[in-house]
């Protein structure tokens, strides 16, 4: 059993900074891929952020030069450094992980619950 546990999320004026963080736990033997979607009301889930095991990162247009993506691989933990935040960032945040299970050695792909980010004035 693998869990992607999101924390970070809250209410932030526009401009302001937030930080998530998504902890991988569980019968853990690779990760591979992780990154970050998001989904605003009436919308779909878009990616935001992804980055490989090899380090190698992708970002949306709409988050280029603002947000970063980080992990700490002995930890299986990725961030997402969220700055000059725009109301249209409004949205939940979901953190997702290509994971290979140290039980049956498949890789999965996990979700985390999502976390809410705000921003408004």
């Known amino acids: 059993q693998v869990t992607l546990v999101e924390s970070g999320g809250g209410s932030v004026q526009p401009g302001g900074s937030l930080r998530l963080s998504c902890a991988a736990s569980g019968s853990i033997l690779n990760v591979n891929d992780m990154g970050w979607y998001r989904q605003a009301p009436g919308k779909g889930r878009e990616l935001v952020a992804i980055l490989t095991s090899s380090g190698s990162t992708s970002y949306a247009e709409s988050a280029k030069g603002r947000f970063t993506i980080s992990r700490d691989n002995a930890k299986n933990t990725v961030y997402l450094q969220m700055n000059s935040l725009k109301p249209e960032d409004t949205a939940v945040y979901y953190c997702?992980?290509?994971?290979?299970?140290?039980?049956?050695?498949?890789?999965?792909?996990?979700w985390g619950q999502g976390t809410q980010v705000t921003v408004s004035s």
């Open positions: 997702n992980a290509y994971i290979s299970s140290s039980t049956t050695g498949r890789f999965t792909n996990y």
